[in-house]
C-alpha cells in the first residue's frame, strides 16, 4: 500500500523548496489533462534534472508509489491523469535541442515542443515527419509515450520508424542513452537477466507463424492501441526491442529522457489527401 505520507516527507527532504505541491487546488490546477477526465493525484512534484528524477524513483519506490509523468498534457484520452503523483518536468535541462547530420537528425529533450523542433531544423531545410494537431503545444516526451503522428504522417515516417536513439530511464534508476555505445554495453551487463527474457520472447514469437504474421499485419496499418509490439519482429537486438517498446508505452515502461530521431528534407510545397 502506498505510504504517501512518507513519500511527501521524503520528496520534502530531498528536493527544493516550492518543488512538492500538497494544496488540493493546486493539485488538482496543475493535473490536468485535456480529456474529461478528473485529477486524482495526491501530490505534484516538479522536477529539473536527471539528479532529481533518480531522487523521485527512489522515494517511490521506497514508499510504493505509482508516478505519471506529465508533457504537455494535450492527450485527449487521460494519459497524465495520475492515481498517485503527478510529475512535472520544468527547467532547461529538459529542453535542450542537438542538430545532427546537418539536420539529418535531431536528438529532443523530452521537455521540447514539437514545433520547436522543427522551426530549429527549418534552416537546415528539414522537417520532423510526425505532425500531430497538437504539435505547437505537445512535447517530444508526450510525443513519444504516445506514439503521435498526425493525419500526414505514414506508418514508416513516425516516431517509432523515424527514431535512431532514445535515452531512457528504468524504474530501478538505471539511465541508458542508446547513442552512446558505453552505456550500452553497461546496460547489457547490469541487466542481462531483462534482456535475456525479451530475446526469449521475440523468440517465442517468430516461432509462431500465426503469431508473428498477426503482429505483422497489425502494425503495417496506424496502429497505436498497446505497446509497440512489432519491436519483436523488427528488431533482433533485446536493446532495439526495448527501445522502441518504450516508444507509445505511455510512460509504463520507462521515462523518456529524450529521443533522437531521422529528419525529411523540407519541400517548398506539400499537401496531404484522403484518398
Known sequence: MADFSSFIELAKQRLPEGQVHTDE????????????????????????????????????????????????GTGVSGQTIARDVTVRLLGPYWKQ????????????????????????????GRYMTADPSSIGAATMGGMAATKAAGLGCTVDRNLYSMMTGLHFTLADGTSVDTDDKACVE????????????????????????????????????????????????????????????IIGSEGTLAFINSITIRTEALRPFRSTALV
Open 25 to 72: 487546488l493546486l493539485v488538482k490546477a496543475f493535473s490536468v489533462d485535456g480529456s474529461p477526465f478528473e485529477p486524482v493525484a495526491r501530490v505534484v512534484v516538479d522536477i529539473h534534472n536527471q539528479e532529481q528524477l533518480a531522487a523521485l524513483l527512489s522515494m517511490a519506490a521506497k514508499t510504493g508509489v505509482s508516478l505519471t509523468y506529465r508533457g504537455a
Open 97 to 124: 535541442i542537438e542538430i545532427l547530420d546537418d539536420g539529418r537528425r535531431v536528438k529532443a529533450g523530452c521537455g521540447v515542443i514539437g514545433a520547436e523542433v522543427n522551426a530549429a531544423l527549418k534552416p537546415y
Open 186 to 245: 553497461r546496460f547489457r551487463k547490469s541487466h542481462e537477466g531483462m534482456l535475456g527474457s525479451l530475446a526469449d520472447l521475440r523468440a517465442r514469437i517468430m516461432a509462431d507463424d500465426a503469431m508473428r504474421e498477426t503482429i505483422i499485419r497489425k502494425f503495417t496499418i496506424r496502429n497505436t492501441n498497446g505497446y509497440s509490439l512489432n519491436a519483436f519482429t523488427d528488431f533482433e537486438d533485446p536493446v532495439d526491442i526495448l527501445s522502441h517498446l
